[in-house]
Structure formats: C-alpha cells, structure tokens
C-alpha cells in the first residue's frame, strides 16, 4: 500500500497508520464508525484504551494528508469520514473499470480489463496484520482472479488468445487449483490450436482437484472441457492407467488404504519421489507425535508406489505396548516372503536372519514398512542389502542413527487440510453450514489428524449433530479427551504410549508440566517445578521432547523454548490431577523458585521500590538455586518468560496457593507490569488472586491485590474506579494491622484525588501517608510522597512550597539511588520554574531529566521529559526545536496504551503549531487532544486544552468559538480551584478578552507585559511519572 501525488512519494507513517488509512480508503467517501475502525485495526484483542489510541492516530494521520490536495478527513459524531478526489484511489478505479467493461464492445471492454489489471502492483494490503486486514486481501485476491478469467476470455474472443496463455501461466503457476483460471486457460490453448494440451490440462487439474479436494471439479470446468470436446478440434486419444503388479506369488500385505486420506500432499509427494529412485535403496524414516497419522501416511504412500515394487510390499508393526525384538520382527518378515523351513525361523542369530532375509530381497523389488519403530535398533536388520527394495520406517522418534536417504516430518495439519479432512468424512453439506463452528472444532482438536478423524466419526455417528453441538461438548478442557475416542481410535491412548515410553524422572517432571500448565517453557522452568539442576531438567526435556510430548518453538538467546501442543497439555493435566497434594506441593514449590527469579530480576533494575507483600510459608528453594540463577540472563528469560509468569499466577490462584500467587503478583508489578504498563497480565494476575484471596479468607492477600488493581486502573486513567480500590484496600489494610500497606493505599488515594483536581483533598491524605512512610523508615515511600505533595502545591500556585517538596524527594532518592524518582523530581523543579517564567532553570532541570532517562534507557519516561521540554523551547520562542521528539514522545504514549501521556502530548504539538503561527494545524490536534482528556475522565487536562483550542480559533478568526472554549475552561478552572483560574481574570482585565497570553504576537506582548501569575504558563501539564503509590514513572 503506497501514496503519492504528482511525483512526490507520500511517507505514510508507521504500520498501525497506514493500516488506519486503509480502514478509512475501504470506505472512502462515507462515514466509518469508531466502532468499525477498532475493529478493523484491532479485531477481538482492542487495547484498553482504544479510543485514545485511535485518536492519536488520526491526529498524526491528519498531519500526513494535510498536504494532500482535496484530500480531507472529517470528524463526525460517531467516527470519521475521509473524503478523496475521483480517481484517486486505485480500487475504487478498478471497479469503475469493471462496471464499464460490462456494458462495452469487445475491443474496448478488453481495454478496460487490461487497465483495471494494471492497477495492481503486488498483495493488497500487504504486511497489514489483523483479521479484517486479512479478509479483506483474500476477498480482492479472489476479485483479481476473477477480473484475469474476464480479461482472458476477452483476449479471445478478441482474436488475441496466444497473449492469455502466457498471462495466464503466470498465474497458474501461483494458483493451479484456481478452476476459472484452468477453464479461461483450456478456452485460451484451444484457441490457438493447442487442444491436446487444453485436455490434457483438464485431465491432471481435475486429478489434483480430486486428490487435493475430494471433489469433482466445478461447473465451470466441466463445461470449459465439454465445449471443447464438442469443437472440431482433433480428440486425444484415452490414456492408460499404469500397470499393476501381478498378484500370483508376489506379497502384498499392505492394510487397505483409506478411501478419504487428506493432507500433507506435499510431504506425500516428496516421499513418493524418494521411494521411486531408480537403481538405488531408498530409507525414509517419517517421524512426527502420536495422532499425527505417520501410519496413515505411510500406507497412503505405499499404495502410491505399489507399480514400483511388483514383487512386494510388506508391513510390519513393530511397535504397540511390548515393542518386538529384532529377531521375532525377522523373523515375520521371512515368513511374509515365503521362508517357513524351521532352521530360518529358528535360527538364534541374528546375523543368520538378516543374511536370510537380505538373500530373500535380492534380485526383487520389494517395499518393506516397518510401522512405529521405538528405538534404531529396530530398525537397523530390515536395510535392504543392494539396489531395487526400499524401507519405510514410521516413528515418534526422529531414529537419528538410522542411515535414511530421506526424512519427513509430520505433525499438526493446516487448517485447510484438516478442514478438507473433515470434509471428506462427514461431507462438505456439514463444514460448509456453519464455517465458524467448523472452524472452531477443528481449532479443539489441535489440528491433530486423529483427533480431526476421531470428531468426524463422532459426527457421522451421530447425523443430527450440528458442527457446533461437538464443538461444545470440546469445550470443556477436562472432558475433551474422553470426547475425541470412538470404537479403537482414541487420542488419548496415543498420548499414553509417548508417556509410558519416558524414564520414572521424565514422566514425573511431564506430570509437573501438567501440574503447572505453562504456555511454554525452559529447561529452566522444569528445574523450578523438580528442584533440579539445569543440567538434568535439561536433559529431561530433551527426553520429553524426543517422546514427542513437547514442541521446539524457538530460542531465547541461549534459551530452548518448547511448548506441549493442547491435546498433550490436557493429558498432562490428567495425569496431575491423578496426585493433587503432589500437584499443590509441586506447583507451590515452583512459584517459589520463580519469585527468587523475578525478585533478582527487580533488583537489577533501575529502581528498587519495596514490594508490598511477603508470602508466608513458602519452601526455600534447592541451595544450588542461587547458582542456577545468577547462570541465567534474566532480562533475556523474563521479555520471554513474562506469559508463563503470568499463567503461573492463575494456576496457583485456581489451585487456591494465595500466598504464592499473591507474592509472584506483586512482584511482578515492580519487575514488569508497571515499568511496561502491561495491563493485560496486570489485570489477571490480581483479579485472580483477589477471588482466590477472598475464597480463602487472606484479607491481607486480597488488600494487597486492591491497592495492585487501584495502581492499574490509576495507570489506565480510570481514577474513579482507582480510588475504588485504593479506598477498599485502606480499609482491608487498616483491619489487618498493616500499616506500610495502609499507608501505601492512602498515597495512592491522594495521587488519584490530586489527578482529579480535589487538591484540598489530596493533600490530607498524601500527608497522612508521609508521617506513617516516615515513622517506618521507608525511604522510597517518604520520597515518594514529597513528590506528590509538590504536585499538589504547583497545581495550586504554591510554587515555593512546591519547590521545597520536589527538593526532599530529590534527596531522598538520591540517597536510596532510586534513579527514576531522581528524574521525577528534577523534572518536577523544572515544570515549576516553568510556570515562573524562568525558562533558563526550567530547560536545565528537564534536559537534565532526559539525559537521565536516556541513560537508563527508559523510552516512555523519555517521553515526558521530551514534552516537558518542548515546552519550555515553545516558551522561549523556538517551537520548531521540538517538533520531532514530540513526535518521537508521541509514539511512545501511544505505544505504551498510555492515554494520559498521548493526550499530553498531543496537545503540547497543538501549542507548538499554534506558538508557530498555523492555528488551523493547532485547532485539529487540540480538538484530539480535548477528546482524549474527556475520554479518560480528566476535566482539567481538557479544560486546559480548550483553553490553547480557543486561543487557536481566535487566531484563525473564529472570536466566538473561541469565546465558548474559554468559558467552559473557566468553570472548570473556578470549580477546582486552580491557579488557572486567576490567570483568565487577568487576561481579560489587560486585554479586555478571554484571550490566553498565547494568542497575542509576540510583535505585541513581550513577557514583561504578562500578569505575573500567567508567565510563559498556557498549559500546567505535569505527568504522574511515578506518581501512583508504587513510583510507576
């Protein structure tokens, strides 16, 4: 997806820009609700702040299209509409094209085709994610292909069908199944005299269609073949089948092939090639998990290549509940090719028997398939002994020793290979009723091919099911493998053999996976649950790994990572829940070993706040622990490991462990979730353990876990609700005879209620914290709350005692080395001498800020110090200089879901354009700006920002709009009781207006002719960095 216009290239921005603008140009022209864009950018996982989000992107998307002539995008009251020239955007171009081809003559409809054709330059919307991204591709793909049929039969009816065939090649070549491209390509050959390859294109598509589909090819095809069969073009003659082996004397043991194989055509193909190798032994070992259908494909195959071995073909299966030695499995073999004298049967050695089975091959063609091979040795007597017989070896092991001329591995289908599957048992009628169940049910079976055979026979069963009837009774995770069994195919009984297969140490440490249920893991996370060294959990996963039961799915750094596929995960499931004192005891264990983990992970970070609650009773991890941790990169582990940390959390809650849980919650917030505003597993790990908390009766837990979820909504910008649970954690706090708890909880009660403007409130209550913090000795807690209470004061024009605030939580934080909260601090001196006109001291304390945070390498507070910035440089007469760090600062609000930040932002770009002299370019991010502060609930934020939005509109004319803004600024403004609300009675006493500083030349007023209080002040703009009770920065 690209722009321009004339020559210039048009730089779209960023991905989720671009995929905006794609949202709005499918719909160009016509309103696009807020509701559809959510979904076309986000689908079913929005952030928590969509809105916001969106509106960020809109305002940077306006800046992109400002330029753009004729182009504009309109604000409506339930979304946006963007409005472009005619012609201007290439499919609604195309399907001009396509609506005049229609209804014209041949020549110019063929014209008209080949214009709309030469539109595309590749993928629509290529490299856009999501699922309408997706669908929205596919559905104009298929449009394409359709307009190339089209063009095609025009080319011929044109006289010009030699063009078609070579274009249609092309496209063939990239999608053979495409039936009106096979039928417009058969249309084309004949028509230029080639009609033997027309048929003969005919007979291997329908072939494929058949193999690959399970269907006979469309109407339109059969009719492309009949009408050419119907010309006067010479016939082809009928050809012939290939020759089968003869029966008489010649073994052929295979089990029947089943009548609706599916899938994996592309590895059946490869092992086919492989199998036909002329003069040579072929070995191809096809390995993959239980259920993956290794002895289906191997049959399958086999049958494929029976006229290439017309002396034989055997199978043997060597594997079940008490695998055969070599030397019974030999001797099977023999008899299979006709050898019944006693002294071969029952010769003792070995050698003997494979000297006598390799003489019985010699001269012959035969294919030997040896099914579930558990170990090589198994494998090693059945290798031919010279050229012409071939060995098929299926396997959960990969059997590395085994000297294989080929190797395939199997494993999950696609989903349009298990959905062709499914079709081939219950009948396209069935998948086809309801897609999305279809879907869904074979999402349940994990795309295993048993399980997706195994829910096809449950169906053809029961033939008043509807797809979605099985698919709910899949649902339930504790009774889906006894759902996925019928007659003697059944999932789970595959699982158990893998299982049985494993060492006494391996199965145990398959059993803790079950216990704790992890997303995906480490050799590291199997020594937490064992108590191990990495050593052995390493070597025991490997084992697992080789059973089968575990997947790699990538590296960390130095780090394995594995993952048990669902069906494998809810046998382990099973088998725990078997033992659940040794599940409780094993998954206690592990939460255990993980905090020592996540503990020394906090204390690597930048800042070191203390955590707010300490599990009691939990099992010292293994002495050796200490070592294994500090051999482990622990930031490199953690940006991996934070989703299995996170279902850890839930796990123990659901088992009902609350002090675990609870310590591995809490600490998770001061090591990730606050640092990187994870709100998601900030949310299920405190509401988990909240529930399991209040089950149990841990009023401290479930305070704890209060004032974590008070801190998140604080961090969402839903301080309403905040002050909820910062409220009701006091109260817990204060029962239980907690006071740093309760103390932290009235911090947090003050930030919420000084970010709402009800500073005679916060004030009260943040002091009340501070003498508790002091009495305990809390250092960062005291800081902290210093830090607070300047806030409080600057909002109310104090900036003296402000000043003094910022001073002691400086050197509070100075002296714990709390690197963050120094930032804070010398920010917040800066944004005082800000608001008192003294521009030198307020650009060296916030530059000093954001070197700070570069150096600590903390993109989202370097975001804040960036604004804090910018706006001094806007104050001093220099806007421009702070154009792109805004800009920077902007995507790391937005990036980090961060609505306070994004607004704050947002309008300080507003004040830039506006101290820049472009009001109209002031006004649109302003108007943004407003709607992000109303959206999260923050009536000061916005009335300072409709104070810049009318000093906009009166410089771009608009006095009365400008007039409205100011009024409603001013209420909000007299209602808090804000310094603010002085500053307007003075603007209208000296210029006779509502009118803001900021709205008058710098030709006209200098910043001597301000009223004091107002100086170089048009937006009191400070950021919460580390302003909720845990120092979030």
Avoid at 267 to 282: F, G, Q
Avoid at 387 to 405: D, E, H, I, K, N
């Amino acid at each position: 997806m690209d722009a321009s216009e004339g020559a210039r290239i048009v730089a779209l921005g960023a991905l989720k820009q671009r995929h905006l603008l794609a949202a709005l140009l499918f719909d160009g022209g016509h309103p696009v609700t807020f509701e559809t864009l959510i979904d076309r950018l986000w689908g079913d996982g929005p952030p928590a702040d969509a809105r916001g989000a969106l509106y960020g992107y809109v305002a940077r998307l306006r800046r992109v299209v400002k330029d753009s002539t004729g182009v504009t995008l309109v604000r409506w009251s339930g979304g946006y509409t963007l409005q472009v020239p005619d012609g201007a955007v290439d499919l609604f171009r195309f399907r001009e094209l396509l609506e005049s081809a229609r209804s014209a003559r041949p020549g110019d409809r063929l014209a008209a085709l080949d214009e709309a054709l030469g539109l595309w330059r590749g993928e629509a919307l290529a490299g856009l994610p999501g699922e309408w991204a997706r669908l929205t591709r596919e559905s104009l793909e298929q449009q394409r292909l359709a307009v190339l049929a089209d063009w095609a039969a025009a080319a011929v009816e044109a006289g010009r069908p030699a063009g078609a065939v070579d274009r249609l090649a092309a496209a063939l070549a990239r999608d053979p199944l495409c039936e009106p491209l096979i039928a417009a390509m058969m249309r084309a050959l004949h028509a230029s005299g080639r009609t033997v390859e027309a048929l003969d294109l005919f007979a291997r598509s329908r072939n494929r269609i058949v193999d690959e589909l399970g269907a006979e090819p469309g109407r339109l095809l059969r009719e492309a073949h009949t009408a050419i069969l119907r010309s006067p073009a010479p016939s082809v003659p009928e050809r012939a089948g290939p020759a089968l082996p003869e029966a008489a004397g010649k073994p052929f043991l295979l089990p029947p092939d089943l009548p609706d194989y599916t899938g994996f055509d592309e590895r059946v193909a490869e092992t086919v090639a492989a199998l036909r190798v002329p003069r040579a032994s072929p070995v191809v070992v096809v390995s993959g998990p239980g259920g993956a259908g290794k002895t289906a494909f191997a049959v399958h195959v086999a049958h494929a290549v029976r006229d290439h071995f017309p002396d034989g073909l055997l199978f043997l299966d060597v594997g079940g509940a008490d695998p055969l030695e070599p030397a019974e499995a030999l001797s099977r073999l023999l008899r299979m090719l006709g050898v019944t004298d006693a002294d071969a049967q029952g010769n003792p050695d070995l050698r003997e028997r494979e000297a006598r089975y390799r003489a019985e091959l010699a001269g012959r063609r035969v294919l030997v398939v040896v099914d579930d091979a558990v170990r090589a040795r198994q494998v090693h007597p059945f290798l031919p002994g010279d050229a012409g017989s071939a060995l098929l070896v299926t396997s959960r092991f990969r059997l590395a020793t085994v000297p294989a001329t080929g190797r395939v591995e199997l494993g999950m289908m696609s989903l349009g290979e298990a959905w062709a599957l499914l079709t081939r048992v219950i009948g396209a009628a069935r998948t086809d009723a309801d897609p999305e169940q279809t879907a869904r049910l074979i999402g349940l079976c994990a795309r295993l091919p048993l399980a997706v055979r195994v829910a096809g026979a449950r169906l053809v069963a029961r033939p008043h099911w509807a797809v979605a009837q099985l698919a709910d009774r899949l649902d339930d995770e504790r009774r889906r493998l006894d759902e996925l069994a019928v007659d003697d195919m059944e999932v789970r009984a595959g699982l158990a053999v893998g299982y049985r297969g494993l060492s006494p140490r391996a199965q145990a440490a398959f059993r803790a996976l079950g216990s704790l249920d992890p997303p995906s893991l480490t050799a590291l996370t199997v020594a937490a649950l064992l108590g191990t060294g990495l050593e052995e959990a390493g070597d025991l996963v490997e084992e697992i790994t080789d059973a089968r039961l575990l997947d790699v799915i990538g590296t960390d750094g130095s780090c394995i990572r594995y993952r048990m596929h669902d069906l494998v995960r809810l046998y382990a499931g099973e088998l725990s829940r078997a033992e659940p004192e040794a599940a409780r005891a094993t998954v206690t264990g592990a939460l255990a070993a993980l905090l020592r983990l996540v503990e020394r992970l906090a204390e690597q970070l930048p800042v070191a706040t203390p955590r707010l609650y300490h599990p009691a009773g939990l099992p010292e991890p293994p002495a050796h622990w200490t070592t294994t941790i500090d051999r482990v990169d622990l930031h490199c582990w953690f940006a991996h490991e934070e989703p299995a940390l996170i279902a850890a959390v839930e796990r123990a809650a659901s088992l009902d462990l609350v002090e675990p849980a609870c310590g591995l919650a809490d600490a998770l917030v001061f090591a990730s979730f606050a640092a990187r505003n994870n709100f998601d597993g900030w949310e299920r790990t405190h509401t988990a353990v909240s529930v399991a908390a209040r089950r149990a009766g841990n009023r401290l837990a479930e305070a704890a876990m209060e004032c974590g979820i008070g801190q998140l909504r604080y961090a969402q910008d839903r301080f309403p609700e905040s002050r909820e649970h910062f409220s009701r954690a006091a109260g817990l706090f204060e029962a239980a005879g907690h006071d740093r708890g309760q103390a932290v909880a009235l911090n947090g009660l003050g930030t919420v209620s000084r970010e709402l403007g009800e500073h005679t409130t916060a004030l009260p209550q943040i002091n009340r914290a501070r003498e508790m913090l002091d009495r305990l000795g809390d250092d960062a807690g005291v800081a902290h709350a210093y830090y607070s209470l300047g806030f409080a004061h600057r909002e109310l024009g104090h900036d003296a005692v402000a000043l003094g605030h910022f001073a002691s939580a400086l050197e509070r934080y100075r002296r714990i080395g709390h690197r963050r909260g120094e930032l804070i601090s010398i920010r917040g001196i800066g944004l005082v001498h800000r608001a008192r006109g003294e521009l030198a001291e307020a650009a060296e304390h916030c530059a000093s800020a954001h070197a700070i945070a570069t150096e600590i390498g903390d993109p989202h507070l370097a975001a804040y110090t960036a604004q804090a910035l910018a706006k001094v440089w806007i104050r001093q007469g220099d806007p421009e200089r702070g154009r792109d760090p805004l800009r920077t600062a902007l995507d790391a609000t937005t990036g980090r879901r961060d609505g306070y930040g994004t607004a704050l932002v947002t309008r300080t770009l507003g004040e830039l354009h506006l101290a820049a002299g472009r009001p109209a370019e002031a006004i649109g991010l302003l108007e943004s700006a407003a709607e992000q502060w109303r959206a999260i609930g923050m009536e000061l934020g916005r009335a300072r920002t409709l104070r810049d939005l009318g000093a906009a509109r009166r410089a771009a004319g608009d006095h009365d709009a400008a007039h409205r803004d100011w009024a409603a600024a001013g209420e909000v403004f007299q209602e808090l009781g804000v310094r603010e609300r002085t500053e307007l009675t003075g603007w209208r006493a000296r210029f006779g207006c509502h009118c803001p500083p900021e709205t008058v030349s710098a030709a006209r007023i200098t910043r001597s002719t301000l009223p004091p209080a107002s100086a170089a002040r048009s937006a009191s703009d400070q950021r919460r960095a580390a302003s909720s009770p845990n120092n979030r920065g």
